[in-house]
């Protein structure tokens, strides 16, 4: 631990960490007008994955750079609720085509969602750039990704089995074009369909179980991701989990949801344990380790129904300091299943499946005899006021030398 972390903690260490790094990355812009536009718009729509896409190699790094981008396009397509059914599908199913069309334009989205979309011909040019290994990779992903999109706009997430369809395609998706990808830089073995799409489907139902009030509340049309056959047994609307008087179903129902995302993990730590590349493994663990540290964090915590639930900068800038080694990911894992598991009330009608899956996640941990300690927490710690003014004059004076050397 340096200056900082003996002075302060080791978040505060790794907050300066993180924004020095950052403060680099705002500095790296590409000379070319589009690679510019495409990195800058990478850090505005997700500054967490424009950190951890910076570990790949630069060649690698452009490719997920760009394929990033062209889902989260697609997405911005997909959210969209003021754009009726009859425009939207067809160019869902059709998007695929699009991205060899550099004119290509269609405006829809908001804030930053809507600044991508309107120059989209920016990232339409960096994947015309890409070796066709890439492009056939993104290309695929993006046509079944689109398709399944579009089958889910006329149709409601009724079963556990829907669900998990539906987080394929928007996710799992996702997964299987990043190995493909990591295979065509040569870098990796071509993974296991089954366990890219867990890796996936991990993150996102972690998302849909966060993100619940969000979606619910979206104008002009809730969002409905949570599937029936889970919340009907709590109330009868999704939308009466969000009122004060259902607080105790709610919670129930939550947790259900958490405990369905967990069968997800084991995949997960087989496909990360499989990889060879470091900077490949740093750039899968950082979003898996967060993930389950916000379901950690969701479980059993009404406030996902009152507003947002996320992690402190703090913990999250911890993650992506520590996150080196399968050593760090099984650390990681086992403490933050521990943290979940200390919130499992035996009165919790899925308790014992709960506890279950936590138990095989532990063991799995375990018995790979790499486990350290690193003491997660997900209590916000006590602050210092002195100590607090320290880093601040601390950030202020690294922010000035930055400013300098310009």
Same mark, same amino acid.
């Given at each position: ?29 590409? /000379? ?22 910076? #570990? ?8 997920? *750079? ?6 989260? /396009? ?18 869902? #199913? ?42 056939? /990779? ?12 579009? !089958? ?14 539906? *987080? ?36 996102? !139902? ?20 949570? $599937? ?39 995949? *997960? ?79 919790? $009608? ?14 799995? *941990? ?5 486990? !350290? ?7 916000? $710690? ?25």
């Amino acid at each position: 631990m340096g200056v900082v972390g003996a002075v302060l903690g080791p978040e505060a260490e790794a907050l300066v960490r993180l924004r020095v790094a950052a403060g680099r990355l705002r500095r790296e812009v590409p /000379a070319d007008e589009h690679w510019a536009f495409a990195y800058s718009m990478l850090h505005r729509v997700s500054r967490s994955f424009a950190l951890v896409i910076q #570990q790949l190699g630069p060649d690698l790094r452009n490719a997920v *750079c760009v394929f990033y981008l062209v889902l989260r /396009a697609l997405d911005t397509v997909e959210d969209d609720t003021s754009i009726p059914t009859e425009v939207k599908v067809p160019i869902l #199913q059709e998007f695929h085509h699009h991205i060899y069309n550099r004119d290509w334009h269609f405006s829809c989205g908001t804030k930053d969602y809507k600044i991508l979309m309107d120059k989209f011909h920016y990232v339409l040019t960096a994947f015309l750039e890409l070796g066709s290994g890439y492009q056939e /990779a993104i290309e695929e992903i993006t046509r079944r990704m689109g398709a399944g999109m579009a !089958k889910f706009i006329c149709k409601e997430v009724e079963t556990v089995d829907d669900y998990d369809e539906y *987080c394929h395609y928007v996710a799992g998706l996702v997964g299987i074009g990043l190995s493909r990808l990591f295979h065509a830089a040569g870098l990796e073995d071509l993974a296991p369909e089954s366990l890219s799409n867990s890796m996936g489907l991990f993150l996102q !139902k972690v998302n849909i179980t966060r993100d619940y009030l969000e979606d619910i509340n979206e104008i002009p049309k809730s969002r409905m991701f949570w $599937p029936r056959e889970i919340w009907s047994k709590y109330v009868d609307k999704l939308e009466d989990l969000k009122y004060e008087e259902n607080s105790v179903k709610a919670v129930k129902c939550l947790n259900e949801m958490v405990t369905n995302g967990l069968i997800h993990t084991e995949d *997960c730590l087989r496909y990360m344990s499989a990889l060879k590349d470091i900077a490949v493994l740093r750039f899968c663990a950082i979003p898996q380790v967060m993930a389950l540290a916000t379901y950690a964090l969701c479980y059993n915590n009404v406030n996902v129904f009152r507003g947002v639930v996320k992690m402190r900068r703090g913990l999250t800038a911890r993650i992506i300091n520590e996150t080196n080694s399968m050593s760090d990911v099984y650390t990681a894992f086992y403490e933050f299943s521990s943290l979940l598991e200390r919130k499992i009330y035996d009165n919790d $009608p899925n308790a014992l499946l709960t506890r279950k899956r936590v138990n095989a996640i532990k063991e799995t *941990c375990k018995s790979s005899g790499l486990l !350290k300690k690193r003491g997660y927490d997900l209590d916000r $710690p006590k602050q210092n006021p002195v100590m607090f003014m320290m880093l601040l004059l601390l950030l202020i004076a690294i922010l000035l030398g930055v400013l300098y050397r310009r």
